[in-house]
């Protein structure tokens, strides 16, 4: 069901010092179009994530040393892949990673755009490629996310990965809502400075069978990898377009991943997992108007301890009583940049949080972003 590809990296990271992400938590409003759920004000998103690629190639202060950079959900419109693309080959500096979701295709076109980038994308493309030869999905819809990597040479490498999540499927009679189901997502490790990370799309994270479960298999992964070259999962990112983001299922993965209850999980105890949700002006369809979207947040483990805070734009807690430390944003539309830890476990000698909050910036004027946070 859910298949894991380690892909090799060429990422100079630095050595000894935590690295840098941005989670970008914007709208989106999507629609029903020809089974599909489609952007419908897809210019305006368009113009909003080109202005935070241009502050990010920008660079200006603190923004030099961004490693990770995070979009949710289904906020890319179809037809400007490309333009992101080019914009992060031509302007972005070498070393960083940039996620971001796209609004549905047919699965025909997304086999299309694999092919365009076959190289980095053989193992989904034979899945498809299988796939469509085994009846007739060519215009399934596919939910499926763009893992842009610019390397220590200036290289741009484009991961694609579809959701696994039938999203539409169990809730309606007809098969053509059915969402296309990938079944291969790469596990990135990066070389010569060993940093392993995953990108997974929302439901994804806490999808399962009777038998088998997503999230089992990122931690069967993850400790096969500390058992045979003492590396972890340091990083997974959810990105998301989530109405519920803090729903008791999430929280119970989250409770399972980190918690140890049954068996001792080396590979992802020292994992961070970052949500990148869209904000609270996000519209999906007809969902009721007490949906809540936002809520972005950072968890790792209790070993990493937080002091439990409230701040004007996030709080730090422990998820309801569950071994993790959180900092949970809010709801507004914000770009949160901050620090990856970089120590595994707290220091005795020190007080200091492993994690900080560095910068906030919300929407200004004539589509610019200002920073409401900086420390």
């Not at 969402?179 to 997502?185: E, N, P, T």
């Not at 918690?259 to 609270?280: K, M």
């Amino acid at each position: 069901m859910f298949r894991i590809v380690e892909k090799e990296l060429s990422i100079e990271f630095p050595w000894g010092h935590h690295l840098h992400c941005m989670v970008c938590q914007i709208p989106t409003r999507l629609a029903r179009q020809d089974f599909l759920c489609r952007l419908t004000e897809p210019e305006d998103n368009w113009a909003r994530i080109r202005s935070i690629l241009e502050l990010v190639a920008d660079a200006e202060g603190n923004l030099k040393r961004l490693h990770f950079l995070l979009l949710p959900e289904t906020v890319m419109p179809s037809d400007r892949v490309e333009d992101a693309l080019d914009i992060i080959r031509e302007r972005f500096h070498v070393n960083t990673v940039t996620m971001f979701g796209v609004e549905h295709t047919s699965l025909q076109d997304f086999r299309a755009v694999l092919e365009r980038y076959h190289a980095d994308n053989g193992e989904v493309l034979s899945q498809v490629l299988e796939d469509i030869a085994s009846g007739d999905v060519e215009q399934l819809p596919v939910n499926w996310a763009v893992i842009a990597v610019k390397e220590s040479d200036g290289l741009l490498r484009v991961f694609l990965v579809a959701k696994s999540h039938p999203y539409f499927g169990e809730e309606n009679p007809d098969a053509i809502h059915d969402l296309y189901r990938g079944k291969v997502f790469p596990l990135f490790r990066c070389q010569p400075n060993p940093f392993n990370f995953m990108a997974m799309i929302c439901f994804d994270y806490i999808y399962r069978t009777l038998y088998e479960s997503n999230i089992s298999a990122v931690i069967e992964k993850a400790n096969t990898l500390f058992f045979h070259t003492r590396q972890r999962l340091d990083l997974l990112a959810v990105l998301e377009c989530n109405p519920k983001p803090e729903h008791s299922t999430f929280r119970d993965v989250v409770n399972g991943y980190y918690g140890e209850y049954l068996s001792h999980n080396p590979g992802v105890r020292d994992s961070v997992t970052v949500f990148c949700n869209t904000s609270g002006d996000s519209r999906r369809g007809n969902a009721p108007p007490e949906v809540t979207f936002g809520r972005s947040s950072v968890i790792i483990h209790e070993g990493h301890k937080m002091p439990s805070q409230q701040f004007d734009e996030f709080e730090t807690d422990t998820f309801g009583g569950i071994p993790v430390s959180r900092i949970r944003f809010g709801t507004a539309t914000r770009l949160y940049y901050f620090n990856l830890p970089v120590f595994h476990e707290l220091d005795p000698r020190t007080t200091r949080v492993p994690m900080r909050v560095h910068s906030i910036y919300q929407p200004g004027e004539n589509g610019t972003w200002q920073r409401v946070y900086n420390q």
